[in-house]
C-alpha cells in the first residue's frame, strides 16, 4: 500500500493534467445528459400526474404505458442498460465509445429516475390553488406552466441535485466502457495499474464535486422555496 | 342572474353513492348578497362548486344570465369562468408568487397585455388596501391579508359574480368582519353578485340580503334575512339564528330565579318600528302590573332592528292574558317562556 514511488506519481505534472482532463470530461458528460434528463423526464413526469385518475388529462391506458416504460429503465441495473443501449448508442452518436457516447445510457437510465422526482414534486403542489386556476378558466398548458411547474420548482431542484449525484455514479460507471471521466481515470490507475495514491485522489474529487453539487442544489431549492 | 333548476348531485366513490343534493331549486337575483348556511356535510361546498362548473351536476340546469353553464363546451366554459371569481376558506395562492403576481394571475390566463395588467393589479390592490404589501409573498402575510388577495384576485377580470366557500371560516372575529366590510363595499361599489356559504349565522346576518337554509342536500328555509331572522320557520334555522340572538345566559337567568307561582315570564320580540316605541312604559300604565326585566338585547340585521326582552311580571292569569293583548295591538311578539325549573 504505501509505496513511496507510486505517491511521487503525484509530483509528475502529467498526471493532474490527466486528471484535470477526466475531470473536464466528467462535467462534460453531468452537463449534457443532466439537460436531456431534465428535457426528457420533465414532460414524462407531468403526464404521470396528469393522465391519473382524478386528473385534469385522466386517461388510464396513457397512465398505465408510461408507468411501465418508466419503472422497466428505472429498474434495469445501469451497467446492464450501457450494454444494451450499445447498438442503439452507435446508432445515434456514430461510435459506442467515448464521453458523447456515454450520454446515451446516462439519459436513458436518468430520465425515467426523474420523471418519478417530478411526479412527486408535482403531487405535492396544493390541489386549491389548482382548482383555483380552473375556477379563473385557465387551461391545461397554463395549469402546468403556472401552477405546477413554478410551485412545484424548489421540490423539483431539490430532484435535479439527486439526479445529478446519481449521474455523477453513472457516469463513473461509464468510465467501464472507455466513456473516459473520472471514474475510468480511477479505474485505470487504481485497479489496472495498482497505483493506490492517484486512485485515492480522483475518488476525492469526484467526492468533493458531489458535495458541492449537493451544497449548491440544497441552497438554490431553498432560495427558490418562498413557502 | 344565477338560476338553479332541479339540481341534484350524486358522488360515486368506491361503487357507493353519497347524494349531496336532492333538488335543489334557487333564483339568484343580480347585485344580492345571497347567504347559503348549513353545518358541515349539508352539501354547501358541492351547491356553490356547482355554479362555476368545479363539479358537474348529476341532474338538472344551472343558468347564469341566460346561459346553461352545464353544457358549455371546455372553450366557452373557461370563458364564462372568468366572468365568475372565487374565494376560498384556505386562500388558495400561489405561494411561489408575491401579491401582486398573485392578482396578475387571472389576468394572464385572460391573456391581456403586461402594461394593461400592471395597471389593474395596482388598482386592486389598492381596492383591497394592500399597496404596502404588494411585494411580499403569501408566507409573509397574515390570514385576513391573504384572503385580502384571494378577493383581489377574484376581482380581477371584474366579474359579474362572485363566489365565496367558506372565506372568513379560517379567520378570527375581527379579521372577518374586516374581509365582510370589504366584500359589503365591493358588492355596493360595483354591483356584483355574490354567493356566499357559510356555517356561522353571523356572517349572513352582517350581509347578506337573503338567505337559503341548507340541511342534508335539501334548502330547508329560503327567504330575507330579516324575515329568517325573526321568524325562523325550521328547528334548524332556530338553532342558526340562536348562534347569534341568544345569550346563552337566558336558561342561566332563569335558573336561579327566587321561586314563585304567581310569576310569569314573558319573551317580547320588537321588529323594526316598534323597537323604538315607548311601549313596555305604557303597558305598565294600562294594565297595572309589575314587570322586571331580566334580560334584553337588540339585534341590527340589514339595517334594521330588531329587539328581544326577557320580563317577569308578578301578576294574575287575567293580567297577563290582558298584558299579552296589549302588547300584540302595539306590534310586539310575545310568548310564555315555560320556568325551566318545572321542566
Ligand atoms: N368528491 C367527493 N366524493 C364523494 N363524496 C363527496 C365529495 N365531495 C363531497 N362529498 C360528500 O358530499 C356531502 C356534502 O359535502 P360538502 O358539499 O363538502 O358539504 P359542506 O361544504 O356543506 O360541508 C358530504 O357527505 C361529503 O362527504
Ligand atoms: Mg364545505
Same mark, same amino acid.
Given at each position: 500500500?504505501?509505496?513511496?514511488?507510486?505517491?511521487?506519481?503525484?509530483?509528475?505534472?502529467?498526471?493532474?493534467?490527466?486528471?484535470?482532463?477526466?475531470?473536464?470530461?466528467?462535467?462534460?458528460?453531468?452537463?449534457?445528459?443532466?439537460?436531456?434528463?431534465?428535457?426528457?423526464?420533465?414532460?414524462?413526469?407531468?403526464?404521470?400526474?396528469?393522465?391519473?385518475?382524478?386528473?385534469?388529462?385522466?386517461?388510464?391506458?396513457?397512465?398505465?404505458?408510461?408507468?411501465?416504460?418508466?419503472?422497466?429503465?428505472?429498474?434495469?441495473?445501469?451497467?446492464?442498460?450501457?450494454?444494451?443501449?450499445?447498438?442503439?448508442?452507435?446508432?445515434?452518436?456514430?461510435?459506442?465509445?467515448?464521453?458523447?457516447?456515454?450520454?446515451?445510457?446516462?439519459?436513458?437510465?436518468?430520465?425515467?429516475?426523474?420523471?418519478?422526482?417530478?411526479?412527486?414534486?408535482?403531487?405535492?403542489?396544493?390541489?386549491?390553488?389548482?382548482?383555483?386556476?380552473?375556477?379563473?378558466?385557465?387551461?391545461?398548458?397554463?395549469?402546468?406552466?403556472?401552477?405546477?411547474?413554478?410551485?412545484?420548482?424548489?421540490?423539483?431542484?431539490?430532484?435535479?441535485?439527486?439526479?445529478?449525484?446519481?449521474?455523477?455514479?453513472?457516469?463513473?460507471?461509464?468510465?467501464?466502457?472507455?466513456?473516459?471521466?473520472?471514474?475510468?481515470?480511477?479505474?485505470?490507475?487504481?485497479?489496472?495499474?495498482?497505483?493506490?495514491?492517484?486512485?485515492?485522489?480522483?475518488?476525492?474529487?469526484?467526492?468533493?464535486?458531489?458535495?458541492?453539487?449537493?451544497?449548491?442544489?440544497?441552497?438554490?431549492?431553498?432560495?427558490?422555496?418562498?413557502? | 342572474?344565477?338560476?338553479?333548476?332541479?339540481?341534484? %348531485?350524486?358522488?360515486?366513490?368506491?361503487?357507493?353513492?353519497?347524494?349531496?343534493?336532492?333538488?335543489?331549486?334557487?333564483?339568484?337575483?343580480?347585485?344580492?348578497?345571497?347567504?347559503?348556511?348549513?353545518?358541515?356535510?349539508?352539501?354547501?361546498?358541492?351547491?356553490?362548486?356547482?355554479?362555476?362548473?368545479?363539479?358537474?351536476?348529476?341532474?338538472?340546469?344551472?343558468?347564469?344570465?341566460?346561459?346553461?353553464?352545464?353544457?358549455?363546451?371546455?372553450?366557452?366554459?373557461?370563458?364564462?369562468?372568468?366572468?365568475?371569481?372565487?374565494?376560498?376558506?384556505?386562500?388558495?395562492?400561489?405561494?411561489?408568487?408575491?401579491?401582486?403576481?398573485?392578482?396578475?394571475?387571472?389576468?394572464?390566463?385572460?391573456?391581456?397585455? %403586461?402594461?394593461?395588467?400592471?395597471?389593474?393589479?395596482?388598482?386592486?390592490? +389598492?381596492?383591497?388596501?394592500?399597496?404596502?404589501?404588494?411585494?411580499?409573498?403569501?408566507?409573509?402575510?397574515?390570514?385576513?391579508?391573504?384572503?385580502?388577495?384571494?378577493?383581489?384576485?377574484?376581482?380581477?377580470?371584474?366579474?359579474?359574480?362572485?363566489?365565496?366557500?367558506?372565506?372568513?371560516?379560517?379567520?378570527?372575529?375581527?379579521?372577518?368582519?374586516?374581509?365582510?366590510?370589504?366584500?359589503?363595499?365591493?358588492?355596493?361599489?360595483?354591483?356584483?353578485?355574490?354567493?356566499?356559504?357559510?356555517?356561522?349565522?353571523?356572517?349572513?346576518?352582517?350581509?347578506?340580503?337573503?338567505?337559503?337554509?341548507?340541511?342534508?342536500?335539501?334548502?330547508?328555509?329560503?327567504?330575507?334575512?330579516?324575515?329568517?331572522?325573526?321568524?325562523?320557520?325550521?328547528?334548524?334555522?332556530?338553532?342558526?339564528?340562536?348562534?347569534?340572538?341568544?345569550?346563552?345566559?337566558?336558561?342561566?337567568?332563569?335558573?336561579?330565579?327566587?321561586?314563585?307561582?304567581?310569576?310569569?315570564?314573558?319573551?317580547?320580540?320588537?321588529?323594526?318600528?316598534?323597537?323604538?316605541?315607548?311601549?313596555?312604559?305604557?303597558?305598565?300604565?294600562?294594565?297595572?302590573?309589575?314587570?322586571?326585566?331580566?334580560?334584553?338585547?337588540?339585534?341590527?340585521? +340589514?339595517?334594521?332592528?330588531?329587539?328581544?326582552?326577557?320580563?317577569?311580571?308578578?301578576?294574575?292569569?287575567?293580567?297577563?292574558?290582558?298584558?299579552?293583548?296589549?302588547?300584540?295591538?302595539?306590534?310586539?311578539?310575545?310568548?310564555?317562556?315555560?320556568?325551566?325549573?318545572?321542566?
Amino acid at each position: 500500500m504505501f509505496d513511496i514511488n507510486k505517491w511521487q506519481a503525484l509530483l509528475d505534472i502529467a498526471v493532474w493534467l490527466q486528471l484535470g482532463t477526466a475531470f473536464l470530461e466528467t462535467i462534460y458528460m453531468l452537463v449534457l445528459s443532466g439537460i436531456f434528463t431534465v428535457i426528457l423526464g420533465t414532460p414524462l413526469g407531468i403526464l404521470l400526474v396528469l393522465t391519473d385518475k382524478g386528473q385534469l388529462l385522466e386517461n388510464k391506458v396513457v397512465n398505465i404505458i408510461t408507468s411501465i416504460i418508466v419503472n422497466v429503465f428505472r429498474s434495469i441495473p445501469f451497467i446492464i442498460l450501457m450494454v444494451l443501449l450499445l447498438p442503439f448508442t452507435r446508432w445515434i452518436i456514430g461510435t459506442p465509445i467515448g464521453s458523447t457516447a456515454a450520454i446515451v445510457p446516462l439519459i436513458v437510465g436518468a430520465a425515467p429516475f426523474f420523471a418519478r422526482l417530478v411526479e412527486t414534486s408535482l403531487r405535492e403542489v396544493n390541489k386549491g390553488v389548482v382548482e383555483a386556476a380552473i375556477s379563473m378558466g385557465a387551461n391545461v398548458s397554463q395549469i402546468v406552466r403556472k401552477v405546477y411547474l413554478p410551485e412545484a420548482l424548489p421540490s423539483i431542484v431539490s430532484g435535479i441535485t439527486v439526479t445529478l449525484i446519481a449521474l455523477i455514479s453513472y457516469s463513473a460507471m461509464a468510465g467501464l466502457l472507455g466513456g473516459g471521466g473520472l471514474g475510468n481515470y480511477a479505474i485505470i490507475y487504481g485497479y489496472q495499474l495498482f497505483n493506490t495514491p492517484i486512485m485515492l485522489v480522483t475518488t476525492a474529487v469526484i467526492l468533493i464535486l458531489v458535495i458541492l453539487v449537493q451544497i449548491f442544489g440544497d441552497s438554490l431549492s431553498k432560495k427558490l422555496d418562498k413557502k | 342572474m344565477i338560476k338553479l333548476e332541479k339540481v341534484k %348531485k350524486v358522488y360515486q366513490s368506491n361503487k357507493q353513492n353519497v347524494v349531496a343534493l336532492k333538488e335543489i331549486n334557487l333564483e339568484i337575483k343580480p347585485s344580492e348578497i345571497y347567504g347559503i348556511i348549513g353545518y358541515s356535510g349539508a352539501g354547501k361546498s358541492t351547491l356553490i362548486r356547482l355554479i362555476n362548473m368545479l363539479e358537474r351536476p348529476t341532474e338538472g340546469q344551472i343558468w347564469i344570465d341566460q346561459k346553461l353553464m352545464n353544457q358549455l363546451n371546455d372553450r366557452d366554459l373557461r370563458f364564462a369562468r372568468q366572468e365568475i371569481g372565487m374565494i376560498f376558506q384556505h386562500f388558495n395562492l400561489l405561494w411561489s408568487r408575491t401579491v401582486r403576481g398573485n392578482i396578475a394571475f387571472p389576468l394572464e390566463i385572460a391573456g391581456l397585455p %403586461k402594461e394593461e395588467i400592471d395597471q389593474r393589479v395596482n388598482e386592486l390592490i +389598492q381596492l383591497v388596501g394592500l399597496t404596502e404589501r404588494a411585494d411580499a409573498y403569501p408566507s409573509e402575510l397574515s390570514g385576513g391579508q391573504k384572503q385580502r388577495v384571494g378577493i383581489a384576485r377574484a376581482l380581477a377580470n371584474r366579474p359579474k359574480v362572485l363566489l365565496s366557500d367558506e372565506a372568513t371560516s379560517a379567520l378570527d372575529p375581527k379579521t372577518t368582519d374586516s374581509i365582510l366590510e370589504l366584500l359589503q363595499e365591493i358588492n355596493k361599489k360595483m354591483g356584483i353578485t355574490v354567493i356566499l356559504i357559510t356555517h356561522e349565522m353571523h356572517v349572513i346576518q352582517k350581509i347578506c340580503h337573503r338567505v337559503a337554509v341548507i340541511d342534508d342536500g335539501e334548502i330547508v328555509e329560503e327567504g330575507s334575512v330579516f324575515e329568517v331572522f325573526t321568524h325562523p320557520k325550521k328547528s334548524i334555522t332556530k338553532e342558526f339564528v340562536k348562534q347569534v340572538t341568544e345569550t346563552k345566559m337566558v336558561d342561566e337567568t332563569l335558573r336561579y330565579l327566587p321561586h314563585d307561582s304567581s310569576s310569569y315570564i314573558l319573551k317580547c320580540g320588537f321588529v323594526g318600528e316598534t323597537a323604538n316605541k315607548p311601549i313596555i312604559s305604557q303597558w305598565v300604565k294600562t294594565v297595572n302590573v309589575d314587570v322586571n326585566i331580566l334580560e334584553g338585547n337588540i339585534q341590527y340585521v +340589514q339595517d334594521a332592528s330588531y329587539g328581544t326582552l326577557l320580563i317577569q311580571i308578578n301578576a294574575s292569569k287575567d293580567k297577563l292574558d290582558e298584558s299579552i293583548a296589549f302588547l300584540q295591538q302595539n306590534g310586539v311578539e310575545v310568548e310564555v317562556v315555560e320556568d325551566v325549573r318545572y321542566q
